[in-house]
């Protein structure tokens, strides 16, 4: 069998960790497409080093730009690649351009699309991610669904025969470096002691970043918080806010880079809260139990809602109180698996090829 996986940013290399390790020595052969949604090295190649991904086979190069612009680059050079391999699975991961992009492309080429982590909706049909995993879902021949709750609503689509259940595979990778940083002090910037109550926070959904008003008062409501706050400022975030002469280092804000994944899961594992609209970190957190805010009107990980550790402050009242509630009461719920995702995910492309 030969699979070939397309990716093109930080939350699909995660997840492509696990499914690289899963392959090996199954003797299927692996072909890794990077997009280059994400160039950016803290972004990209350090995920691969950290996460000992092997290196791309294929790199495409396509960069930033505009939705239609970055979408339509991806498709005219991976026509290609898919023509040249030929695969017997096209895998694609989650919700970003890279993935409607690597699902089209297979389609118009009658080459079979398998999409991991199928069936997450926001039902907020404002945010590109939300269409690019619709499309994706309807447009693919197999799902891989994390959750109960995405199995659900694959089903609620007409799409349940398409449907396995096979866990989240970042919370495969997520456990494993978990283990590995145990009792390691995280590195934080100057000023935030590691010892004492911090927060962590990232911002870069385009509802929070593209709106000079809603991003002036992200801002000021993180700047405001009563504890020291690490701002793991995404390139989207430093664009917006440099072109608004807005200031990141202000109040309790401790802007920097964002970390390598393992530092970050060291960071947040020692955190007392977390702040953020990344879909993946709302979930990190509630694996690390660790209290989060969401600055969403929605989630696709309903499950951290339910069980009390994640709340949401999309209209950016009572974002304080949030982050300072008492904490949640402890559960042993595994919504996302036990961690061997990613060898169900191989066994479920062999059996369907």
Not at 206 to 232: I, S, Y
């Amino acid at each position: 069998m030969k699979v070939l996986s397309v990716v093109g940013a930080r939350p699909q290399f995660v997840k492509l960790a696990p499914v690289a390790k899963a392959f090996e020595g199954t003797g299927h052969q692996h072909v890794i497409v990077h997009t280059g949604q994400h160039y950016d090295a803290v972004m990209s190649d350090v995920f691969f080093a950290d996460l000992q991904i092997p290196a791309p086979d294929v790199h495409l190069g396509v960069g930033s730009g505009s939705q239609g612009v970055q979408t339509g680059a991806m498709l005219g050079a991976l026509d290609a690649v898919l023509e040249e391999h030929r695969p017997d699975w096209v895998l694609v991961y989650g919700d970003t351009n890279s993935t409607l992009a690597g699902a089209l492309s297979a389609v118009k080429l009658h080459l079979p699309v398998a999409h991991l982590e199928a069936g997450l909706r926001s039902f907020n049909r404002r945010m590109p991610e939300e269409h690019n995993r619709v499309l994706t879902d309807h447009a693919a021949d197999l799902l891989l669904p994390p959750t109960e709750v995405a199995v659900r609503h694959l089903a609620a689509e007409g799409l349940a025969e398409r449907a396995v259940l096979v866990g989240d595979v970042m919370t495969d990778v997520l456990l494993r470096v978990r283990d590995a940083v145990a009792g390691t002090v995280p590195e934080l910037p100057d000023g935030v002691d590691p010892a004492g109550p911090y927060a962590v926070a990232t911002i870069h959904r385009a509802e929070n970043t593209d709106d000079p008003a809603r991003l002036r008062a992200v801002v000021e409501q993180l700047a405001g918080l009563p504890l020291p706050v690490v701002l793991l400022a995404h390139p989207r975030l430093v664009a917006r806010a440099s072109a608004l002469g807005l200031e990141l280092r202000t109040g309790s804000l401790h802007p920097t880079t964002p970390f390598p994944y393992p530092q970050m899961v060291a960071a947040v594992a020692g955190a007392a809260h977390v702040v953020t609209d990344s879909g993946g970190l709302q979930k990190e957190a509630f694996l690390l139990r660790v209290p989060c805010t969401t600055l969403r009107t929605e989630t696709e990980w309903v499950e951290t809602v339910e069980l009390g550790w994640n709340v949401l402050r999309g209209d950016l009242t009572g974002v304080a109180e949030a982050v300072t509630r008492p904490r949640p009461a402890d559960t042993g719920a595994t919504p996302y698996g036990d961690g061997r995702a990613a060898e169900k995910v191989v066994a479920t492309l062999a059996e369907r090829a």
